[in-house]
């Protein structure tokens, strides 16, 4: 095994990582040697490992750490750990390699990543010593935090143990007869979704050495598992209200998003169940157009569903735009397959066309900017704070934004005209203002959309010419006077 002298046997309920260091402490290596070892020799199968069989988990495992690469199935080579059972046991349990096994089901605790005297996070050499690297304190006698931990997530790490543990559930569901991995694969999938809409840690949870982040996956994946499917589609309506009352449909680009994962990462039989409950849930006829994309259901002879190389060859939209108007939801698009049989992503070319008609009354930032009489890094603010609808979304580095001049609301704005400019300055000397952080830009704008600031035009200047105009100088003192003294209470 390995090329080693010496072989050893798996013992019930020790994780891959237990056994390497084990096989690696039998045979005088260190274990970071042996993983060094492992990987440089990359054997493919799992015949190298001891008989009894090894829990048939270890290929997964196996695999993501011979490939050194990101994984979102096991954390281990980010150990994390119940220090009272490793005292008791004096082994790393395979159900705390799982990236979503965050809770000790024995003592009803958060599990440990970091030590606690030097937070530092555990690696490699915390397995093999049991000491933290970086300060020296046993892991063994550090003790735990007292962190309560929710019935949702403790619930799914006794789900995740049981399998592992190959103990037979007693229920009839489909969850129920889910395996370890593909139980651990809905529940990523369905963090996501939960997470995403009440905004938990929602710019963080891909973070996954964040252990509190990662807890708050598992929690609400437990909680939409627990009574499914009940909680799922209570989610998918209240993001559907979500989609309703979004000016901009941030919340529809993720429904969208979540679509293409459930039918990409959950193709396999096990999750008929899944695809069947999306399917039950239809979005109410008020849904923003291009929200239900994905949907497999979308008569085909409306659609006419091509390549996007073919799409982009016959609109002259480049691919990178036109993926990033399915991720928008303004085309429908999804993953399929091309006429030779390729996999690939395919979108309806009709409407690609539609879309390709109106790219020509749409302006990047410099036209936008004159256009407007704006400087470009106020149009680059307005965009990134969503005061025009700009098609495709948020461009990539190296792309253009799509922006719609016209659609800068102006319906609760204060505008009146006058003849003088006497007590007034203009919006273009304001933004010169030194105060005038991105923050402060769109602060001001929103002012102005609200009617909070009145803003004035001279003559017979265009209303949509947003450069000129004015606003009354005692007011835009008082507003900025306001703002500097929120910010420095703030800041106190």
Not at 257 to 271: D, G
Request: aromatic letters at 8%.
């Amino acid at each position: 095994m390995f090329g080693l002298l010496v072989s050893l046997s798996a013992t019930p309920g020790e994780g891959l990582m237990n056994f390497l260091r084990r096989t690696a402490t039998a045979n005088y290596l260190t274990l970071t040697d042996l993983v060094d070892h492992i990987r440089s020799t990359c054997e493919p199968e799992l015949n190298i490992f001891p008989t009894p069989p090894s829990p048939s988990t270890w290929r997964s495992a196996y695999e993501h750490l011979i490939s050194n690469t990101t994984n979102k199935t096991w954390s281990c080579l980010q150990p994390k750990f119940c220090t009272s059972c490793l005292s008791e046991h004096g082994q790393f349990m395979e159900c705390w390699d799982l990236t979503l096994n965050t809770v000790c089901t024995s003592h009803k605790i958060l599990l440990e990543n970091r030590c606690l005297s030097c937070g530092s996070l555990f690696n490699l050499q915390t397995i093999e010593s049991k000491m933290c690297v970086h300060c020296g304190m046993s892991i063994l006698k550090s003790g735990a935090r007292s962190h309560s931990v929710s019935q949702e997530a403790l619930w799914l790490c006794c789900e995740f143990e049981k399998r592992l543990m190959g103990v037979s559930s007693d229920g009839f569901r489909s969850i129920d007869q889910l395996d370890t991995l593909d139980l651990h694969c809905i529940a990523m999938c369905l963090a996501d979704l939960g997470c995403n809409f009440d905004n938990i840690h929602a710019k963080k949870r891909n973070n996954l050495h964040q252990l509190e982040n990662v807890y708050q996956m598992t929690s609400m994946a437990g909680r939409l598992l627990s009574d499914w499917p009940v909680s799922f589609h209570s989610y998918l309506q209240k993001l559907d209200a979500r989609v309703i009352t979004s000016r901009r449909n941030s919340a529809a680009r993720f429904v969208d998003r979540f679509r293409v994962n459930i039918y990409e990462r959950l193709a396999s039989p096990a999750f008929d169940f899944v695809r069947s409950e999306l399917e039950k849930h239809h979005p109410p006829p008020n849904c923003a157009p291009g929200t239900i994309k994905h949907r497999p259901n979308v008569p085909l002879e409306l659609t006419e569903m091509m390549p996007l190389k073919a799409i982009s060859k016959a609109t002259n939209i480049n691919v990178q735009l036109l993926k990033r108007l399915i991720a928008e939801g303004e085309l429908h698009g999804y993953r399929g397959f091309s006429a030779c049989g390729n996999r690939t992503i395919v979108a309806d070319l009709k409407q690609a066309r539609r879309l390709a008609a109106a790219l020509t009354s749409r302006l990047n930032v410099m036209q936008t900017a004159n256009h407007l009489k704006l400087p470009i890094s106020t149009i680059e603010v307005l965009c990134r704070n969503d005061f025009f609808i700009c098609l495709g979304g948020r461009p990539a580095a190296g792309q253009s934004w799509w922006i719609d001049a016209t659609s800068f609301d102006m319906s609760n704005a204060s505008i009146k005209r006058q003849r003088s400019v006497e007590s007034t300055i203009s919006l273009r000397d304001i933004l010169q203002h030194p105060l005038m952080s991105e923050d402060c830009v769109a602060a001001l704008f929103r002012a102005i959309q609200k009617g909070v600031l009145s803003v004035s035009i001279i003559g017979k200047t265009g209303m949509g010419i947003v450069g000129e105009w004015r606003l009354g100088n005692d007011e835009w003192h008082a507003w900025i006077s306001m703002r500097i003294s929120d910010t420095t209470i703030v800041t106190a």
